[in-house]
């Protein structure tokens, strides 16, 4: 939705065609909340004052960045201007976002056919594609106009919670109006600057019906460029019936964004408290002269479910370079309990497996651990295959436990497949059958 031509040479069309045949693409208003690469991508052209927007609220608009990503001149009086090491490494970020962008105007491979398979379910949240649930067969269909847009998704599963499900998770109905946006479905939301961890929401294994309202605004004083978001949605399961959530997400100059939000949590039968809780999140981009390199620091506030006191904050550094060709981006990451958090969850939303904060199935926050460090990188090569590997130490309670995990994305014909393992100490708690995870992931898009 009002995405723009692009203007690209034989060399970058060539480039495309050939991304075409191996990558992920599909038609969205957005960019969805799951592909770590591509927002590591678009994260470097942040950090490198390439954007005028934010980009800390996901999914994201792509009308929110696009233009910005527009390629810069390379020539000058009919000569090839010089390229710097740090040019070619965000000319590398910004062919992949565009590309991708490219993907959604024109409503490439709009059908898509999802299979994976894993040995346990998933006890950790991160921002990615992971598996979440035991087993998984989908489809989906999507499809986006000037004015709308809409993804009808079905999926029969095995969830975290052992049982057999047939869900339209996915699907939605968006409808464009200029700079507002209104949407009904099922979406996977990320507010904040997290990758290891979020105190605000993250990726559920279970989104709940929802409908929301958006609008990005133009430059104004003071906030810069702006958006608002709110959102209604209706969990399932839970003691609580009906969750409200709205978010301002800021850029008043290039380096610096920050996000504010506030949620509220609803039970009408006066079996558990009414929960609100607000957060704050920031991201500072560093100078990096005419190194190779884009980085930043960011930081999330949250407070408790009674909207009153700090309860956990996140701190992070995330930074990206190109070595031999190859996009890397290093991620570390520490988040800290403060007085204020409560010592028991139960009446909170922590009891509710859509909205989870506490180490479960389905969990779609990291609120609930006590203390969590963790170490990650995030390898592109440049046949189009991708690697992660993660490492954390997390404390919850009387728990101490390490959580290692790796995976590597490789197109096959023109599917992608993604292969992963993880490692949990028997420490961990909620870990039910298994300690190591292993899992398969198949993507199709045509």
């Known amino acids: 939705m009002n995405l723009t031509l692009p203007r690209s040479g034989c060399g970058q069309k060539l480039a495309m ?60 009086n009919r000569q090839p201007k010089a390229t710097s090491a740090r040019d070619q490494m965000l000319n590398t970020a910004r062919n992949h976002v565009r590309y991708r962008g490219q993907a959604a105007k024109f409503n490439r491979a709009p059908i898509e056919f999802d299979l994976y398979w894993a040995n346990d379910p998933a006890t950790a949240v991160d921002y990615g594609d992971t598996p979440r649930h035991e087993w998984l067969i989908g489809s989906a269909y999507q499809y986006m106009s000037k004015r709308f847009a809409f993804k009808v998704a079905n999926q029969y599963r095995r969830d975290a919670n052992g049982d057999k499900d047939y869900t339209w998770q996915g699907s939605y109905l968006a409808l464009n109006d200029g700079r507002w946006l209104f949407t ?185 651990l006590d203390n969590s460090r963790s170490v990650a990188v995030y390898a592109q090569l440049s046949n189009d295959h991708a690697i992660k590997l993660m490492l954390a130490d997390r404390e919850q309670a009387t728990h101490n436990w390490q959580e290692i995990e790796a995976s590597y994305r490789l197109p096959v014909a023109t599917a992608m497949v993604t292969l992963g393992a993880s490692r949990t100490d028997d420490a961990a708690p909620y870990v039910s059958e298994a300690n190591t995870r292993v899992w398969l992931k198949y993507q199709l898009r045509f």
């Not at 934010?54 to 233009?67: C, K, M």
């Not at 105190?199 to 294994?205: E, H, T, Y």
């Not at 997400?249 to 609100?276: A, C, M």
Request: some cysteine; glycine content about 8%.
């Open 184 to 368: 009904l479905g099922q979406i996977d939301r990320w507010w904040g600057q997290g990758w290891q961890h979020n105190l605000i929401w993250g990726n559920q294994s279970s989104p709940a019906p929802s409908a929301s309202v958006s609008y990005l605004s133009d430059h104004t004083p003071l906030l810069g460029f702006w958006s608002f978001e709110a959102v209604y949605q209706l969990p399932d399961k839970t003691g609580y019936d009906t969750h409200w959530a709205a978010r301002l997400v800021s850029q008043p100059i290039r380096p610096f964004q920050h996000g504010l939000s506030y949620q509220k949590w609803q039970d009408p039968n006066g079996t558990r408290q009414v929960s609100e809780q607000w957060a704050w999140d920031a991201k500072l981009a560093l100078p990096a002269f005419d190194w190779p390199v884009a980085h930043a620091l960011y930081t999330e506030l949250a407070s408790n479910y009674q909207g009153q006191e700090l309860a956990t904050s996140l701190i992070g550094w995330s930074g990206q370079t190109e070595i031999a060709r190859q996009s890397v981006r290093l991620v570390l990451e520490q988040q800290t309990t403060h007085d204020g958090f409560e010592s028991s969850l139960a009446d909170t939303p922590a009891v509710d497996l859509q909205v989870s904060s506490d180490q479960l199935g389905g969990n779609s926050t990291t609120y609930g």
């Open 17 to 76: 065609c050939i991304l075409l045949m191996s990558t992920q693409v599909g038609a969205s208003p957005w960019l969805e909340a799951n592909d770590p690469f591509l927002r590591a991508d678009l994260t470097a052209l942040s950090d490198a004052g390439e954007l005028d927007g934010p980009i800390n609220h996901y999914p994201l608009r792509w009308s929110s960045f696009y233009d910005d990503t527009e390629p810069r001149q390379q020539w000058s």
